[in-house]
Structure formats: structure tokens, C-alpha cells
């Protein structure tokens, strides 16, 4: 059966400037899959591509198992999209827009309240449903956003930046409903992002776009690892520091580190810290602190890029 | 993008959930019908007064002013309403709701509908104001009886449907609510190059060429024929095939510039 999402040399030009450059993707059902890169990247207009919205320059794509640019209108009823800055007409309430969105993809009305009444209920906007969406924060948009997204139940949903611009506590609350609704109902989502702990949090499978082309694809795990071991630091006693040291040389490349503390490139991983332990315990060194610290997605992306996401140098 | 071979959902639902939206949101923001409202009412009021004796020239077939200044305001506001479809696309396309309502599995004659026939709807308010400010008011006369006032609405929600469809076109094109810009050049231009305001008969060179020629002088023709006559085949049937060829012709235009919202 065809993966959800299919894209072959994907690109699209605009004048002369390649905003995605022949991009390959490969979503599987029900998986999170995260499109990870900086602003201007080509992620929005992967998206705007993936949804219908803008026409490809080259390559192909197939959605839910219909191409894009032939079957655009069966693509579309598959598909929930909630594109970047939750575009909605501040004027109308939240039940007003959902039902006009029940409309636009064909929900009889009777059907249709009680769906409205459902989503307004799974996305914690019950109360605030006849409000005006003007008089909504920001993180009630973006919900009402997702909840317009969802009112067919759509096999594929897209979420273009669900949580720029959002307070701490609004983007932790939208990743828990993001989760409970690929859990819940097996809903493929396609989350671009520009932070990384967003990706990292959500997602079980990265690509990581950077001038319209992709640099690295796979878990967030993966991704980490294949950058380098993570580094164990653990603080001794001055007394026990020669000793310290001897043991822990034996799983890892010394690393630079502070007065006390003796830094490793753990090579065996994260599961290997238990022997790095046990080695310590039996040599009888008391250990005062132990940090381990895995390569990050930024790692990742300055691996990858030779930048850093948040625009320093790698 | 075309709009590939699969059922879409029933244009006519989207049509009306459009209006709908679009008849919420003047209920919002009832400022939004000013200029469509009080344009034509000063128009017809300060016209009607200010040129009282303008009657008395050739060609002007009836002695009051506001008989024949009546169908002219009548058609601004109407042709200001039309508007209206251009300022609720441009809205939406900046603030990016558009895209929400192109990635539904719709017709796009079905989303255009929904502008073109809240427009509509708009038109009715202006049309009516003046008719109440032309009759109550300014002592304005209708021989053409029912059969003249239905003229008049014919003719306007005739004008905003292509006024709508000619807009729609230009916002689809440059994407911003700025381009209205352009649609009230072409609108006022179109307007004013036809008997709107004085008789074929009093427009001297290029200007009688330009009147003679333009679609809207017919469609004024049709509005007024109610306030200065019986209303006659003669006049309506030139001013029906002028409004339905405007309407294929905006229509079409429209349509087509709806791609361009995909590039």
C-alpha cells in the first residue's frame, strides 16, 4: 500500500530562486513526521505543494494516494491543513467558522453540530465557541485552527509552524493535542517547525530542510547518534581522579572538562553508561555527580549545514 | 491548479455558506456599507438639486432632475456594493483565510458565488435607500409602474454581479486588498463614459462615441427607461444582452484569474 505522503523530486522555482530543490519524501500511516529547518528553508512551500495550494515546477507528490496536481480535489477532502500565523476571520465565532467548514467539505447539518460541538470540546473551546475569534489569544487560534482541520477527519493532516509566536504553556497544550490525535484517531501528520525541542518532542521522524534541499532524514535518535557519542561527565573527588580517569578511558575518548570532572565521548551510547557505573563502583570511586549529554537536533542541523538553527556558527 | 475529476462538494451549499459569511461580517462591521449607501444618496440628492434645470436640454425625456439622476445612483451604488466581493477576497487572501477556503475540496465558481452573491445581497440595500430618498424625499415619478422598479433591480444587481466579477479578478491577480485601487479607476471611468449622466444627445465627440459604445449606457438605459416611461422591449433587451455579456465576460475573467492565485 502507498505511504500517505509520496514525493519524487519535488521542487518549485520561483524566478530564478529554488525554493525546494527536488526533494524525496516517504511518510508512512499514522507516524508524526517532522520537516525541520530554519525561516526560508522551503518547508512552507513543501507544504503548499503537499496541500494543493501551489503547483510543483518539477517532480511529483501523491497524498492519502492521489497526486496533487491531478486529483487535487480528492486530495483535499483527505487532508486537514492548518497553515502558518492560524489565518481566521476574526470577525466570526469559533462555531461560525467550524460550521462553514463543515460546509466547505460537505458534512450534512445535522451531522455537523454535533461535530462542531466535539471539536470545540477536544480542543478546550467549548466556553469560548460564540466569542468572536478576534477576541481569541493566541493559542485559542491556533486550536480553533487545528479543530477547522479536522472537522472530515482527515487521513493526513498538515500543520505548517502550529506554534510559532506561542507562549510556553499554549505550545506544550497544542504537541499534547497533536499526540492524543495521532494516538487516538491514527492520523498522519506532517508538522513543519522551526524549533528544535518541537521536532524533537513530537516527532518520529525528521527531515531536515536547508536551502530547499534535504540534509539529513530519520529518527530524531538516529540523527543524534550518527553525529557523535554523547558526552558522560561525572565529578570525583580530587583523590579519586587519577583512578576516575584510568576507568573511564576505557569506554571513551577523554573530552575536555572543568576542575574534578572527567568528560568522555561515550562510544557504546547512551546504553552504555550502566558498565561506565558499575567499572567506577567496583573500583571504589564515589561518584558526586553524573550529567550525560546526548548531541542535540541543532548538533544535527550544524552537522549537516555547518550553521547553527538559531542563525550562530557550528 | 485544476480542480481534477473527483465529486465536489455541492457548489451550491458553498455558495450560500458564503453569502452567509459574508452577510455575518456586514452585520459586524456595519460601516462597511457606507460609502456603497451614502455615495449614491448624496449623488442623487445633490444632483437632483443642483442641476434641477438640466431637464429643460434635449434628450433628458422627463422634467425632474431626480427621474433621470435616480437610475445613475442607483447603478454607483450598486457598482460600489460589487465591490464589496473585491474587499472580502483581498481581506482574506492578506490575512491568509483564502488559502483556508481553496484547500476545500470546492468548485472555485463555487467559492466566487459565494462573494459575487453577498454582493448581491448588498447591492439591495443601497438600490432600496435610494429609491426610498428618490420617491419620499426628492418627488421622484415612476410611470413604468411595478414593472420600472423591477427594472431597477434587475439593473443593479446586474452591475454589482459584474462590478463583483471584474474585482474579484483584479484582487485574484495582484493578491491585495491595494488593488481595488485599480477597480474603482476602471469603475468610475466606465460609469462616467456613458449616459449616466446626461443624454447621448448632449455628449459631444469622443465622449458620445465612447457612450454610445459602452455596455453600461444600455444597462443605465434599462434602470431609467421605468422613471421616464412605460418600460419597453426595446430598451430592455439591449440592456439584458448588454448585462449578461458584461457577466460571461467578468465571469470568465474572474475564473480565470483565480489561478493566479496559485503562482
Known amino acids: 500500500m502507498l505511504n500517505p505522503i509520496e514525493a519524487t523530486n519535488l521542487s518549485r522555482s520561483f524566478g530564478d530562486i529554488k525554493a525546494v530543490d527536488s526533494i524525496d519524501l516517504s511518510v508512512s500511516s499514522g507516524e508524526v513526521f517532522g520537516f525541520l529547518g530554519p525561516n526560508g528553508a522551503g518547508k512552507s512551500t513543501a507544504v503548499r505543494m503537499l496541500t494543493t495550494l501551489l503547483k510543483p515546477s518539477g517532480g511529483s507528490a501523491q497524498v492519502a494516494g492521489f497526486d496533487v496536481v491531478k486529483n487535487p480535489s480528492t486530495v483535499r477532502k483527505k487532508i486537514g491543513v492548518a497553515l502558518q500565523d492560524a489565518a481566521i476571520d476574526p470577525l466570526m465565532t469559533g462555531n461560525e467558522l467550524l460550521r462553514l467548514q463543515c460546509v466547505l467539505h460537505g458534512l450534512p447539518k445535522r451531522s455537523s453540530s454535533v461535530r462542531c460541538g466535539e471539536l470545540l470540546e477536544r480542543v478546550g473551546l467549548t466556553v469560548a465557541g460564540d466569542r468572536r475569534v478576534g477576541t481569541y489569544s493566541g493559542g485559542m487560534r491556533r486550536r480553533l485552527d487545528l479543530a477547522l482541520s479536522l472537522v472530515h477527519e482527515p487521513e493526513v493532516l498538515f500543520l505548517d509552524e502550529p506554534t510559532t509566536g506561542l507562549d510556553p504553556t499554549s505550545r506544550i497544550a497544542l504537541w499534547e493535542e497533536v499526540r492524543n490525535l495521532n494516538q487516538d484517531l491514527g492520523t498522519t501528520v506532517f508538522l513543519t517547525t522551526q524549533y528544535l525541542e518541537e521536532a524533537d518532542q513530537l516527532a518520529e521522524r525528521i527531515a531536515i530542510i536547508d536551502g530547499g534541499k534535504i540534509v539529513r532524514e530519520g529518527s530524531p535518535s538516529s540523527l543524534k547518534s550518527a553525529v557523535g557519542a554523547p558526552t558522560l561527565r561525572i565529578d570525583v573527588s580530587e583523590n579519586d581522579l587519577p583512578s576516575a580517569r584510568t576507568v573511564m578511558n576505557r569506554f571513551g575518548e577523554e573530552r575536555p572538562a572543568q576542575k574534578n570532572r572527567i568528560a568522555i565521548g561515550l562510544i ?3 546504553p552504555g553508561i550502566t558498565d561506565v557505573m558499575n567499572a567506577l563502583a567496583d573500583s571504589g570511586i564515589e561518584i558526586q555527580h553524573v550529567e550525560l549529554d546526548e548531541p542535540s537536533l541543532d548538533d544535527v542541523f550544524a552537522d549537516a549545514t555547518g550553521r547553527r538553527l538559531e542563525g550562530g556558527k557550528a | 491548479m485544476s480542480s481534477g475529476n473527483a465529486p465536489h462538494v455541492p457548489s451550491l451549499a458553498v455558495v450560500f455558506a ?33 442641476f434641477a434645470s438640466i431637464v429643460e436640454l434635449e434628450g433628458y425625456e422627463t422634467d425632474k432632475a431626480v427621474n433621470w439622476m435616480t437610475a445613475w445612483a442607483v447603478m454607483q451604488g450598486s457598482a460600489f456594493s460589487g465591490m464589496g466581493a473585491g474587499g472580502l477576497a483581498g481581506t482574506d487572501l492578506e490575512n491568509g483565510f483564502f488559502d483556508r477556503l481553496r484547500v476545500a475540496p470546492t468548485r472555485p465558481m463555487a467559492l466566487i458565488g459565494g462573494l459575487v452573491g453577498y454582493c448581491v445581497c448588498r447591492a439591495l440595500i443601497p438600490i432600496t435607500a435610494v429609491l426610498i430618498v428618490a420617491f419620499a424625499f426628492l418627488g421622484a415619478d415612476m410611470p413604468g409602474g411595478a414593472l420600472g422598479i423591477a427594472m431597477v433591480y434587475l439593473s443593479g444587481i446586474g452591475m454589482a454581479v459584474v ?18 485601487a485599480i477597480a474603482q479607476i476602471i469603475m468610475f471611468s466606465s460609469m462616467f463614459l456613458s449616459v449616466g449622466q446626461a443624454p447621448i444627445q448632449a455628449i459631444e465627440g469622443w465622449l458620445h462615441h465612447v457612450a454610445a459604445i459602452n455596455p453600461i449606457t444600455n444597462v443605465i438605459r434599462m434602470c431609467r427607461q421605468g422613471f421616464l416611461g412605460e418600460v419597453t422591449w426595446s430598451i430592455t433587451q439591449p440592456g439584458l444582452i448588454a448585462l449578461f455579456g458584461m457577466m460571461v465576460g467578468t465571469g470568465i475573467w474572474a475564473r480565470i484569474r483565480y489561478k493566479k492565485v496559485d503562482a
Do not use: D, E, N
Open chain 1, 268 to 270: 557504546s551510547g547512551t
Open chain 2, 18 to 50: 458564503g453569502i452567509h459569511r459574508g452577510l455575518i461580517r456586514l452585520q459586524r462591521i456595519p460601516s462597511l456599507m457606507l460609502p456603497a449607501v451614502l455615495m449614491p444618496v448624496f449623488f442623487v440628492v445633490a444632483f437632483s438639486g443642483s
Open chain 2, 163 to 180: 462590478m463583483s466579477f471584474l474585482v474579484l479578478g483584479i484582487v485574484f491577480t495582484f493578491k491585495t486588498l491595494k488593488s481595488l
